[in-house]
């Protein structure tokens, strides 16, 4: 291959590469172009510019409560899916047993479970275990806590395992020869190297369940509504730019912490 065709060839990747990021940023774009119009009506070319809508949002109720549960709820789980995925990931992979794989596919199962079929499966779950136990779990913060974590959980694993299988085996068994128990290499060898890992799984857990739509309309209870159900209801109603000031809200939002968290952590790294 000569020079010129190797020139052309990396000018003909990056522009594929730049219009395909192109495409996927657009939407991204016009939301937060629409969110900034002066009229009540979304037209083409805008009237002009206003931050009316942003303070709209403030005083839409809905919007604000639905914003408090659905951070309520990422929270709760993002902190139990932690507590249960990297465990499982250290089993994952420092371990040979065997049931490994047919472990490891359940544990990112809900990836590629469509939202709508996994909703609906932990509705009639949760049906169940009500009739069977009478506890109230169907429409409680706890029954919408624990479908979330199920989509918060393959992250936190796939994350987590990357990273660990990327880390030197041999300072963990260093560290025991010098008499450090399982528990002491975790803490000071183990965690730190697999550290990126588990903030950008629980990262991006949180991002997955705070976004989250399809099962949740299937899990939350009277008088309860997270703000993607809240932005959902708004529309069958009215259509203005009141919902593009939300979603820039979030983007905003959840890019800040994803640059705080890199500037910490590099999730370069394992991303």
């Given at each position: 291959m000569t020079m010129d065709e190797r020139f052309w060839g990396r000018v003909a990747l990056k522009s594929v590469a730049g219009l395909s990021l192109g495409f996927i940023l657009m939407p991204l774009f016009f939301v937060s172009w629409l969110a900034f119009f002066k009229q009540e009506i979304p037209s083409f070319p805008?009237?002009?510019y206003s931050l009316h809508w942003f303070e709209a949002v403030t005083k839409q109720k809905n919007f604000v409560?639905?914003?408090?549960?659905?951070?309520?709820?990422?929270?709760?789980?993002?902190?139990?899916?932690?507590?249960?995925?990297v465990p499982a990931s250290l089993a994952l992979v420092r371990n040979q047993f065997a049931i490994k794989g047919v472990l490891n596919t359940l544990l990112l199962a809900p990836l590629v479970v469509p939202g709508v079929v996994l909703g609906t499966s932990l509705?009639?779950?949760?049906?169940?275990?009500?009739?069977?136990?009478?506890?109230?779990l169907l429409g409680s913060f706890w029954g919408l806590v624990a479908g979330h974590t199920l989509v918060v959980i393959p992250w936190i694993v796939r994350l987590v395992t990357a990273n660990l299988e990327g880390t030197d085996r041999t300072i963990e068994e260093a560290a025991q020869n010098l008499g450090a128990n399982p528990f002491v290499t975790f803490y000071r060898v183990t965690l730190p190297a697999i550290r990126p890992g588990?903030?950008?799984?629980?990262?991006?857990?949180?991002?997955?369940?705070?976004?989250?739509?399809?099962?949740?309309?299937?899990?939350?209870?009277?008088?309860?509504?997270?703000?993607?159900?809240?932005?959902?209801?708004?529309?069958?109603?009215?259509?203005?730019?009141?919902?593009?000031?939300?979603?820039?809200?979030?983007i905003v939002l959840i890019g800040l912490a994803m640059l705080i968290t890199d500037r910490y952590v590099k999730l370069s790294r394992v991303v």
């Open positions: 805008p009237e002009g409560e639905g914003f408090t549960l659905s951070i309520q709820v990422g929270v709760m789980a993002t902190a139990i899916g932690l507590l249960l995925g509705y009639v779950f949760q049906i169940e275990t009500e009739i069977a136990t009478g506890f109230p588990i903030v950008a799984g629980a990262l991006f857990g949180f991002v997955t369940s705070f976004g989250n739509l399809e099962m949740s309309l299937f899990l939350v209870g009277p008088g309860r509504t997270t703000l993607p159900i809240a932005i959902l209801q708004y529309l069958e109603w009215k259509i203005d730019p009141t919902v593009a000031a939300a979603s820039v809200i979030q």
